[in-house]
């Protein structure tokens, strides 16, 4: 296998250089100025469509996806790539739908939007479960995910070195992003976006070079979709072992929707960067830029993961190579999953060009940190620190404030990373336990946008009831997928906060119900152009693998 050579070191370091000066070059600040929360929390209102729709895929993909999702890849075939495309799709429907409520309250957090539909009770418990859920589920898995393709890369892939690199990211992504806040993020992204894709389309054309013994791009595509036809379905029949992870038909018309309206529409690390856009028609074009990009993204994190397989099982005329079972096999005897991507790299990626391939992998892992960063702090502060302990509090200030809970939350997810090595495929770990709370999560949001009748006693109710819901829903003694759960989970807290708020409602509309205009809706016609585009591309797609 070859190992990290000293060019690979420096084309690495030039990597670090490069996006520590941007990041500390765009966190500057004129002199006889201080950074204000605006400045701090959403780039001061100045990103542009591109830089928009290319922080939001760099915010998006991580170790989750290059590793998690090539692991799963591995494991279930492309069917997992609906998480990307149905992405685009949802994309588009909430530059058009929620977006123009959004930006026009001029918000900071989605928290914030909750306060002034409901109440103040019902915002900060979902500030509460949203810096949790940063913290214990996304931090945390996106640490120990990228030390895991590290240490698969550059050590000696036993585990031994993934400590050290927890730390190392740790200190990489906050090195920029506690000083400089969402401009230093947003602008950096920008950088490592274009490094993803192209480190990604480079692994995954050098690897399939190297499926056949005669290698070429072309036969080896042409021998993976001959030999694994069956991990290029989308739609996975019921006797598929990884069904109850994508149950059919189910995942486009059920739980999927829940999870991306919820990922796409009402996560603070993602909604920052629109909420931050110049105007309302500059962020829905960097939506629908980035809904492209989601198209792409399969080729270079699922791909691989099928590649892998393919070397793994060794069907007749597939190149042979020594050991690679034991490179998959765990300790207890089971398949690794998550080294498919960081083995693919580090068996077959030529000095020179893997240090920019791991320079890529690690641009997606620290984007990710410092967005998750950047919001948990964001919601901390303006949504629990300013109100309960610094009403009066001026800007300069909670921008210190917003620092110190940056440092605060990085220190409990490298600390609580190591205990995430048992888990067999971690980007079904990350969907399923964020499954517990986003179901309650949207049907507060949808009710409160589009049913006037919504009360705050039926939203805190039901989002309070979502959770033993799906607790219920896991633990019942007949075996459900985890995307159904989500959905069943979605209805039964729709029908609990419809109830309760028609049981309580003093007169006919919540007086803090939004007015819906038609003018809300209207959207530029290269939007219009694009969505039509992206919806033609999926509809090919799906037909083609279905």
Same mark, same amino acid.
């Given at each position: 296998?070859?190992?990290?050579?000293?060019?690979?070191?420096?084309?690495?370091?030039?990597?670090?250089?490069?996006?520590?000066?941007?990041?500390?070059?765009?966190?500057?600040?004129?002199?006889?100025?201080?950074?204000?929360?605006?400045?701090?929390?959403?780039?001061?209102?100045?990103?542009?469509?591109?830089?928009?729709?290319?922080?939001?895929?760099?915010?998006?993909?991580?170790?989750?996806?290059?590793?998690?999702?090539?692991?799963?890849?591995?494991?279930?075939?492309?069917?997992?790539?609906?998480?990307?495309?149905?992405?685009?799709?949802?994309?588009?429907?909430?530059?058009?739908?929620?977006?123009?409520?959004?930006?026009?309250?001029?918000?900071?957090?989605?928290?914030?939007?909750?306060?002034?539909?409901?109440?103040?009770?019902?915002?900060?418990?979902?500030?509460?479960?949203?810096?949790?859920?940063?913290?214990?589920?996304?931090?945390?898995?996106?640490?120990?995910?990228?030390?895991?393709?590290?240490?698969?890369?550059?050590?000696?892939?036993?585990?031994?070195?993934?400590?050290?690199?927890?730390?190392?990211?740790?200190?990489?992504?906050?090195?920029?992003?506690?000083?400089?806040?969402?401009?230093?993020?947003?602008?950096?992204?920008?950088?490592? !976006?274009?490094?993803?894709?192209?480190?990604?389309?480079?692994?995954?054309?050098?690897?399939?070079?190297?499926?056949?013994?005669?290698?070429? !791009?072309?036969?080896?595509?042409?021998?993976?979709?001959?030999?694994?036809?069956?991990?290029?379905?989308?739609?996975?029949?019921?006797?598929?072992?990884?069904?109850?992870?994508?149950?059919?038909?189910?995942?486009?018309?059920?739980?999927?929707?829940?999870?991306?309206?919820?990922?796409?529409?009402?996560?603070?690390?993602?909604?920052?960067?629109?909420?931050?856009?110049?105007?309302?028609?500059?962020?829905?074009?960097?939506?629908?830029?980035?809904?492209?990009?989601?198209?792409?993204?399969?080729?270079?994190?699922?791909?691989?993961?099928?590649?892998?397989?393919?070397?793994?099982?060794?069907?007749?005329?597939?190149?042979?190579?020594?050991?690679?079972?034991?490179?998959?096999?765990?300790?207890?005897?089971?398949?690794?999953?998550?080294?498919?991507?960081?083995?693919?790299?580090?068996?077959?990626?030529?000095?020179?060009?893997?240090?920019?391939?791991?320079?890529?992998?690690?641009?997606?892992?620290?984007?990710?940190?410092?967005?998750?960063?950047?919001?948990?702090?964001?919601?901390?502060?303006?949504?629990?620190?300013?109100?309960?302990?610094?009403?009066?509090?001026?800007?300069?200030?909670?921008?210190?404030?917003?620092?110190?809970?940056?440092?605060?939350?990085?220190?409990?997810?490298?600390?609580?990373?190591?205990?995430?090595?048992?888990?067999?495929?971690?980007?079904?770990?990350?969907?399923?336990?964020?499954?517990?709370?986003s179901p309650g999560i949207l049907a507060v949001f949808l009710m409160g946008l589009f049913w006037k009748k919504t009360s705050s006693k039926g939203a805190?109710?039901?989002?309070?009831?979502?959770?033993?819901?799906?607790?219920?829903?896991?633990?019942?003694?007949?075996?459900?997928?985890?995307?159904?759960?989500?959905?069943?989970?979605?209805?039964?807290?729709?029908?609990?906060?419809?109830?309760?708020?028609?049981?309580?409602?003093?007169?006919?509309?919540?007086?803090?119900?939004?007015?819906?205009?038609?003018?809300?809706?209207?959207?530029?016609?290269?939007?219009?152009?694009?969505?039509?585009?992206?919806?033609?591309?999926?509809?090919?797609?799906?037909?083609?693998?279905?």
């Amino acid at each position: 296998m070859n190992t990290f050579h000293t060019l690979d070191y420096i084309v690495f370091a030039a990597y670090g250089i490069l996006i520590l000066s941007v990041g500390l070059w765009v966190s500057r600040t004129k002199k006889g100025h201080k950074k204000t929360t605006e400045d701090y929390f959403l780039a001061g209102k100045s990103l542009p469509w591109w830089a928009i729709g290319a922080s939001l895929i760099a915010a998006n993909i991580s170790a989750e996806q290059f590793i998690g999702m090539s692991g799963s890849g591995f494991a279930i075939g492309l069917a997992i790539a609906s998480y990307e495309w149905m992405s685009a799709l949802t994309l588009i429907i909430v530059a058009k739908y929620f977006l123009p409520i959004f930006i026009k309250q001029g918000l900071y957090t989605i928290p914030e939007f909750v306060e002034r539909r409901f109440n103040t009770q019902l915002k900060t418990i979902l500030a509460v479960f949203w810096i949790g859920l940063f913290i214990f589920v996304n931090l945390t898995s996106v640490l120990f995910l990228g030390a895991k393709a590290l240490d698969t890369i550059l050590g000696n892939g036993d585990g031994s070195t993934i400590i050290l690199f927890i730390f190392g990211l740790a200190f990489f992504a906050a090195a920029y992003s506690i000083w400089g806040g969402l401009s230093a993020v947003a602008w950096t992204d920008v950088i490592q !976006v274009v490094l993803l894709v192209i480190g990604g389309l480079i692994t995954t054309i050098i690897a399939l070079q190297h499926v056949t013994p005669d290698g070429g !791009v072309l036969s080896g595509l042409g021998h993976v979709y001959d030999v694994a036809g069956d991990k290029f379905q989308m739609i996975l029949k019921k006797d598929n072992p990884e069904y109850m992870n994508l149950p059919g038909i189910g995942v486009l018309i059920g739980g999927l929707w829940v999870a991306n309206l919820y990922y796409w529409g009402f996560n603070q690390y993602i909604i920052q960067r629109a909420l931050a856009a110049k105007s309302l028609p500059e962020a829905q074009k960097g939506l629908a830029y980035a809904a492209f990009l989601k198209l792409l993204l399969p080729v270079f994190v699922v791909l691989p993961g099928i590649i892998a397989y393919v070397l793994y099982t060794q069907p007749a005329g597939t190149a042979i190579i020594e050991n690679i079972q034991q490179v998959f096999t765990r300790p207890d005897g089971g398949i690794n999953y998550d080294v498919s991507y960081p083995y693919l790299i580090r068996s077959f990626i030529p000095v020179g060009i893997k240090g920019l391939v791991v320079a890529a992998l690690t641009a997606a892992i620290v984007s990710s940190l410092a967005s998750m960063l950047n919001s948990t702090a964001t919601i901390f502060t303006m949504d629990i620190y300013k109100p309960y302990f610094a009403k009066k509090e001026n800007g300069i200030n909670l921008v210190v404030i917003g620092r110190i809970s940056v440092i605060v939350a990085l220190i409990i997810a490298v600390l609580l990373a190591p205990t995430l090595s048992s888990m067999p495929q971690m980007f079904q770990y990350i969907q399923e336990y964020t499954g517990l709370v986003s179901p309650g999560i949207l049907a507060v949001f949808l009710m409160g946008l589009f049913w006037k009748k919504t009360s705050s006693k039926g939203a805190i109710v039901g989002v309070i009831a979502s959770i033993p819901i799906a607790l219920l829903l896991k633990v019942l003694p007949i075996e459900m997928p985890f995307l159904d759960q989500m959905f069943y989970t979605f209805a039964l807290t729709i029908a609990t906060i419809l109830m309760v708020s028609l049981t309580s409602a003093e007169g006919d509309d919540n007086p803090k119900g939004i007015p819906l205009l038609k003018e809300f809706f209207k959207t530029p016609k290269s939007f219009n152009v694009s969505a039509y585009i992206i919806m033609l591309l999926l509809a090919l797609l799906y037909t083609v693998f279905w």
